[in-house]
């Protein structure tokens, strides 16, 4: 449609223009002595507008010609890009294909003729470090190095991550802290930071980025609550013995962290250990108000030093509720002792194991015995638990 437009378009102008050739009558006279040239004025329009035409072509093709040298080296600097961009394209699906020797032969062509020369040597590290080639892995992450420009986090975050796969966690804390300096304080670099301070036992570190992960939304809830609870453990077992030190570190967890109950479980026998034991009462009363718990039950005979007869009639409350319950029988047996009560004790203890027997309800009875004067009876729990200590 749009071409029978231009037809109709190009036969009126053509009309028009005859039709006004035929009514024009004029002329132009040229003198140029000796000679004198008549021409008709309709000649003369047309042989200015070819004159125009022609001049305009020929300068074209003259800008054209002395153009050509620049567009041959557009051209071959166009090709040399598109080459190097296949070459960089190759190597980055060899990588991902797990074909690291192709991988590392099409990022060098890469690198040689492209202007990305940072990714392709990136891209070409990694592909060694794949094959566990470490001499060309670090000849690459050199000439990476080289290309100090916006690449340098990228860089940077390969080292770690490769380091850390390498197992080189020192390698990959410096390099972490270059970014961190730099003020790159991404996701990524959080998850990596918290597998180097956990693989270096820096707790205090662990803990501060499990938190910040979380809190960007980077880390479920369960999967922060078991990184926490690892950190504060290993730092309790760090602290072992160190009253002072159990005591400062269970001070400074926080109120919503001390909701989890394994974590609880886990860090009172440090605590009891070291006598700190009365630290965690408060905590493992308000757990097992809001929710019963025989294993933490247990655990609160040794959270009681000072104020065995105050928690020895807490305890009888809850016994009320649970009769058959054998940790909390066995922590009112041992809160019956420190308050010297021999009798309550052997009966509390004497339940609790009828009900589960284990180790420490063993030991306690024969310890108790042993105050008694009753040796032999002592003597027959001492071989029960090691019996039981060692099936």
């Not at 003729?113 to 040597?121: I, K, L, Y």
């Not at 597998?195 to 992960?213: D, F, I, K, N, P």
């Not at 886990?266 to 905590?283: D, E, H, I, S, W």
């Not at 004067?373 to 060692?390: G, I, L, P, T």
Request: contains cysteine.
């Amino acid at each position: 449609m749009r071409a029978l437009i231009w037809l109709i378009g190009i036969f009126a102008l053509a009309a028009g223009v005859a039709m006004l050739a035929s009514i024009n009558e004029g002329y132009v006279l040229v003198v140029v002595p000796p000679w004198r040239v008549q021409l008709s004025l309709n000649l003369l329009i047309v042989g200015l507008i070819v004159a125009f035409f022609s001049a305009y072509a020929v300068l074209r093709i003259v800008r054209r010609t002395m153009a050509l040298p620049g567009r041959v080296v557009q051209y071959r600097e166009r090709r040399r890009k598109e080459k190097a961009g296949r070459a960089l394209r190759d190597a980055l699906r060899a990588l991902f294909e797990g074909r690291f020797a192709q991988s590392v032969k099409f990022a060098g062509a890469a690198f040689s003729d492209g202007d990305n020369r940072s990714m392709a040597a990136l891209v070409a590290a990694r592909s060694a470090h794949a094959m566990r080639d470490d001499t060309r892995y670090r000849i690459w992450l050199g000439k990476a190095a080289e290309q100090e420009d916006e690449s340098r986090v990228a860089r940077l975050m390969t080292e770690a991550e490769l380091a850390i796969e390498g197992r080189r966690f020192e390698e990959a804390a410096e390099r972490l802290e270059n970014l961190r300096l730099a003020g790159h304080r991404h996701i990524a670099v959080l998850r990596l930071s918290l597998r180097v301070a956990s693989a270096l036992a820096r707790w205090e570190e662990v803990l501060r980025t499990a938190r910040q992960l979380h809190k960007h939304k980077a880390m479920s809830e369960e999967q922060m609550r078991s990184v926490v609870r690892r950190a504060h453990l290993e730092r309790m077992r760090e602290l072992d013995g160190d009253a002072e030190g159990l005591a400062a570190c269970w001070k400074g967890i926080p109120a919503d962290e001390l909701e989890d109950r394994r974590m609880v479980e886990r860090a009172v026998p440090y605590l009891a250990a070291a006598g700190q034991g009365a630290l965690a009462r408060r905590t493992i009363e308000r757990l097992l108000d809001a929710e019963w718990d025989g294993g933490l039950a247990r655990l609160y005979g040794y959270c009681c030093e000072g104020d065995a007869v105050d928690c020895l009639a807490r305890g009888e409350k809850w016994l009320r509720m649970q009769p058959k319950d054998a940790g909390l029988l066995f922590a009112l047996g041992r809160l019956c002792l420190n308050a010297q009560l021999w009798g309550k004790a052997q009966s509390y203890l004497e339940a609790s194991l009828n009900l589960a027997p284990s180790v420490e309800t063993h030991l306690a009875l024969a310890g108790l015995l042993e105050r008694l004067e009753r040796n032999d009876e002592a003597q027959a729990h001492y071989r029960a638990a090691a019996e039981r200590s060692a099936a």
